[in-house]
């Protein structure tokens, strides 16, 4: 049976160095004024139309359908601005030659599971010269209202794959909590913004300071 692999993105596939939080920021206030501010709002392993919702909520406003989509527009276009103007996304240690592997092994389905919206998780992806279409399940953070909802999307879309043929990738807590509530397994990874301390302390399965370590995660996920 194929184990079906969900990659995090942010701190597990690569880093922005910021540019994700600015360009929200920049898009929030071009929308709804200078007053929009997403200091206080733990991001790591959040869905970004829940962060934007947060946001919203502490202005006292509620998110409406519309500006929602011109927010996603106006977004997008901030990031690749800034990608153009200033390419310093980084592709984690391991990452490509990990993604090579994943796209050709027998044994694996490599899966996309990201808290982005999908315009800008494919911006992001671009700049770092990761395509899109090596992912046969890709799970945006608008597929599901919560983070543990978007692993039952995956695992249906991957053709109703069981939790125990399931691994989630990812860099923080909320990685760990989605995978375990689904009954997957979950690599924890501390190149994002926690520590591998805070990993295990989680409750990870394993931990990796990176994904460099090829033979030690395969022996894990197909072990």
Known sequence: MKKLLLFDLDGTLLLTHGAGVRCMQRAGQRIWGEQFSLDGIAFGGGLDPLILAEALQNLGLELDPTLHERFQVVYEAELRGEFAQNPTVQVLPGIAALLEQARDHERSILGLLTGNYAPTGIAKLAAANIDPDWFRVKIWGDDGPTRPDLVRVAME???????????????????????????????????????????????????????????ALWAFIHG
Not at 166 to 178: A, N
Not at 182 to 208: H, K, M, P, W
């Open 157 to 215: 879309r991957g053709g109703n794959i069981a939790p125990e043929h399931v691994v989630v990738i990812g860099d923080t807590p909320r990685d760990v909590d989605c995978a375990h509530k689904n009954g997957c397994s979950c690599v924890a990874v501390a190149t994002g913004g926690y520590s591998r301390a805070e990993l295990e302390q989680a409750g990870a399965d394993i931990v990796f300071d990176d994904l460099s370590d090829h033979a």
